[in-house]
């Protein structure tokens, strides 16, 4: 199962390369900081919006900061501008481009098969109401949510174009409730969890899909793609 991982993963040597970063940018954001994570307010510094300048940069290529940095910050700052404050599902989202990055479950949706028809196969087939295929159905939850968000392209191409990305989220959260159900009483915080990025399946999709356009897609590092982004974020401030 899919757990939130990068948030007590983060190490020291992490939040250090990000404050350099900062500083890099601004030297003064960069003091102030530095003073925020002495006092221990970390969650303040990634939300800043030093931090995410730092790590988007100015529309240039992404900032030499670990993976789950360059996911997780984004990601936070785009659910929040949608209303989500929740870390712990800002932590789910960013965990599923880190966790999926090495994954081989892509050979068969970049075919253009529907991945939804076999991970509901491989859900249905384990013992009901079980642990097991609770589990089973969140990691399906997540490798829908995943796919939709990081390569809605390639599930376009499994079916009616937009409308199979849609499909996809969907089943996320069919998945995430059905999760949450079947572990409220063995593991109330992973359902509780589960039910929260069900009902927020909608804003989740969203912020990996504007975190992925720094990452992933057609030339994202070409210098058209980066004036682009460099022009909309001028516009978005």
């Known amino acids: 199962m899919i757990r939130p991982i990068i948030h007590r993963q983060l190490t020291r040597g992490d939040l250090a390369c990000?404050?350099?970063?900062?500083?890099?940018?601004?030297?003064?954001?960069?003091?102030?900081?530095?003073?925020?994570?002495?006092?221990?307010?970390?969650?303040?510094?990634?939300?800043?919006?030093?931090?995410?300048?730092?790590?988007?940069?100015?529309?240039?290529?992404p900032a030499p900061l670990p993976l789950t940095l360059l996911w997780y910050i984004p990601?936070?700052?785009?659910?929040?501008?949608?209303?989500?404050?929740?870390?712990?599902?800002?932590?789910?989202?960013?965990t599923l481009p880190?966790?999926?990055?090495t994954s081989h479950s892509q050979r068969a949706v970049a075919q253009g098969e529907?991945?939804?028809?076999?991970?509901?196969?491989?859900?249905?087939a384990l013992p009901q109401g079980t642990v097991a295929q609770a589990e089973a159905a969140a990691d399906a939850a997540a490798l829908a949510l995943w796919w939709a968000g990081c390569?809605?392209?390639?599930?376009?191409?499994?079916?009616?174009g937009r409308g199979m990305v849609r499909a996809y989220v969907t089943f996320a959260g069919r998945m995430l409730a059905l999760a949450a159900d079947l572990?409220?009483?063995?593991?109330?915080?992973?359902?509780?969890?589960?039910?929260?990025?069900?009902?927020?399946?909608?804003e989740l999709h969203a912020a990996l899909i504007e975190a992925r356009v720094d990452y992933i897609g057609e030339d994202p590092h070409s210098s058209?793609?980066?004036?682009?982004?460099?022009?909309?974020?001028l516009a978005e401030n």
């Open 75 to 94: 990601i936070r700052a785009q659910l929040r501008t949608r209303g989500v404050t929740d870390i712990l599902l800002a932590d789910y989202a960013a």
């Open 114 to 124: 529907n991945g939804m028809t076999e991970w509901w196969r491989y859900v249905a």
């Open 183 to 202: 572990l409220e009483v063995s593991a109330p915080e992973e359902a509780s969890l589960c039910s929260r990025a069900a009902e927020a399946r909608t």
């Open 151 to 160: 390569f809605p392209e390639w599930v376009e191409r499994g079916g009616e």
């Open 18 to 61: 990000l404050v350099d970063e900062i500083a890099r940018m601004d030297v003064s954001e960069g003091r102030e900081a530095d003073e925020a994570l002495q006092a221990g307010a970390v969650d303040t510094v990634l939300d800043s919006p030093a931090a995410l300048e730092a790590v988007l940069g100015r529309g240039g290529a």
């Open 98 to 101: 880190v966790v999926f990055a």
């Open 224 to 233: 058209e793609s980066r004036l682009n982004r460099f022009l909309r974020r």
